[in-house]
Structures are given as structure tokens and as C-alpha cells.
């Protein structure tokens, strides 16, 4: 059945940087997008970015320019990078996927679902 596990979260002050990752199994890894989403306490899950198993990817204004995506199709693996962390960026993180080769930053549009790993961001 189709595995998501994330890791590398943690926590780091206002400024800094984490790199979180995504290993993926069970399906066939090349042919699904894939997406970054964050759910922050009291708030719904939103969209962070997303990337299509052309590499094609997609943000959300709020993360633009801080945060990328990318994909290791030989590793089955998600990666996001993540620099210059604000404290609104404090938030559970979830990888995700899709049985399409696109998808956009709508979490009704995904099937999978990782467990999360926290971000937290001191000012």
C-alpha cells in the first residue's frame, strides 16, 4: 500500500533554515504528483507547494521565493527546503500524493497522507 514518511523537521529560530523530507513506497513514485501542506493549531491544513511528475511546480504566495520543492524520482523521494523561516511558518508539515500526474495545492485533491513533522519557528 502506498507509505509516506516525513522527517527533518525540528526547531530553529526566526531566519533559519530546515530541510524536510519525504520517502515514498508502495506505488509507482514517478507517475503521481506530489505536495507539501501545513496545518498550524486552530487553523485548516493549507497548501504549501506542490510538483508534477514532469517537475512542474507550484507555491503558495505566502512561501514564494523562502521554500522549494523538488523530487528524487530514483530515491522515491520528496524534499522541501526551507530558508528563511518566519514564526508563521510554525506548523505541522505533511507530504501527500495523488494518483495523477498533476495536481495543484487544494488538500481535497490528494489520497495520501503522510503523519506530519513539526516546524516551529522562534522569534
Known amino acids: 500500500q502506498v507509505q509516506l514518511v516525513e522527517s527533518g523537521g525540528g526547531s530553529v529560530q526566526a531566519g533559519g533554515s530546515l530541510r524536510l523530507s519525504c520517502a515514498a513506497s508502495?506505488?509507482?513514485?514517478?507517475?503521481?504528483?506530489m505536495g507539501w501542506f501545513r496545518q498550524a493549531p486552530g487553523k485548516e491544513r493549507e497548501g504549501v507547494a506542490s510538483i508534477d511528475s514532469d517537475g512542474r511546480t507550484n507555491y503558495a504566495d505566502s512561501v514564494k521565493g523562502r521554500l522549494a520543492i523538488s523530487r528524487d524520482n530514483a530515491k522515491t523521494s520528496l524534499y522541501l527546503k526551507m530558508s528563511s523561516l518566519k514564526p508563521e511558518d510554525t506548523a505541522m508539515y505533511y507530504c501527500?500524493?495523488?494518483?495523477?500526474?498533476?495536481?495543484?495545492?487544494?488538500?481535497?485533491?490528494?489520497?495520501?497522507w503522510g503523519q506530519g513533522t513539526q516546524v516551529t519557528v522562534s522569534s
Open positions: 501527500a500524493t495523488r494518483p495523477r500526474p498533476y495536481c495543484n495545492l487544494s488538500p481535497s485533491f490528494f489520497t495520501y
Open positions: 508502495g506505488y509507482t513514485y514517478n507517475t503521481y504528483c
